[in-house]
């Protein structure tokens, strides 16, 4: 990596852990400039203003991590509902998120109303995730997988729970009552499944 780059990467890592630490009101590009040892000169050459440098890390930082762990994707050979209990699983054992204090929605809450820029692109990412879970639960019922449910509320029900809990410090939430939290989730899935039994004989045939 050429040192421009490396004094560019240095900012954008130190602006998410700043916003980490200190919040989005509370992180002052004084503040990160003193930390990293970085020339106000500098940071100005890649950076014109703090709004830019967060949109950034947002970009850079929070949006490639979202996709790698929290996108809800179908998998082939498996039932839409078993797709998110098996990624929730895999959730449980993602370290690096549960270490590193979760962005997205202390941001959303901090923005609102005072950074609209940085707000909407919060936001597009939030609508990402809810819509890909939506997705799913929608093809869950769709195929006769789970009873008739409120797909739009469930999704922002689930959410709330999952980044509530990934937005808590490390000292405020350990890991194992991050685990817990998935696993009640993982339960409260399982138990919205259709049995056998249950399911019309027509849904059964092509089933299985």
């Known amino acids: 990596m050429k040192k421009g780059q490396n004094t560019r990467e240095r900012l954008i890592d ?3 852990q700043a916003l980490r630490i200190y ?17 106000k000169g500098s940071m100005y050459h890649y950076f014109s203003s703090k709004k830019e440098l967060v949109l950034c ?9 979202i996709e790698d762990h929290l996108l ?24 690096r998120l549960l270490k590193e204090r979760f962005l997205l929605m202390p941001l959303l809450i901090e923005t609102s109303g005072v950074e609209p820029q940085i ?16 997705k799913v639960l929608d093809e869950a019922e769709g195929s006769g997988d ?18 509530g809990s ?7 939430l350990q890991k194992a009552g991050y685990v817990k939290n998935l696993t009640l989730m ?17 849904i059964q045939q092509t089933l299985f």
């Open 14 to 16: 130190a602006m998410a």
């Open 146 to 163: 789970i009873h008739p449910i409120d797909s739009e509320a469930l999704s922002h029900f689930l959410l709330t729970l999952l980044l």
């Open 119 to 134: 707000h909407e692109a919060v936001q597009k990412l939030y609508d990402l995730i809810f819509n890909s879970l939506k």
């Open 166 to 172: 990934l937005s808590l410090s490390p000292s405020t």
């Open 72 to 95: 809800f994707a179908l998998r082939s050979g498996r039932s839409p509902l078993d797709a998110i209990i098996e990624r929730v699983e895999e959730l449980k054992s993602a370290d």
């Open 186 to 202: 993982q339960e409260y899935l399982r138990s919205l499944k259709v049995s056998k039994k249950e399911r019309p004989k027509h």
């Open 57 to 65: 890390v947002i970009d850079e930082r929070l949006k490639p991590r």
């Open 23 to 39: 919040g989005y009101h509370g992180t002052s590009l004084s503040r990160l400039l003193k930390e990293t040892g970085i020339p």
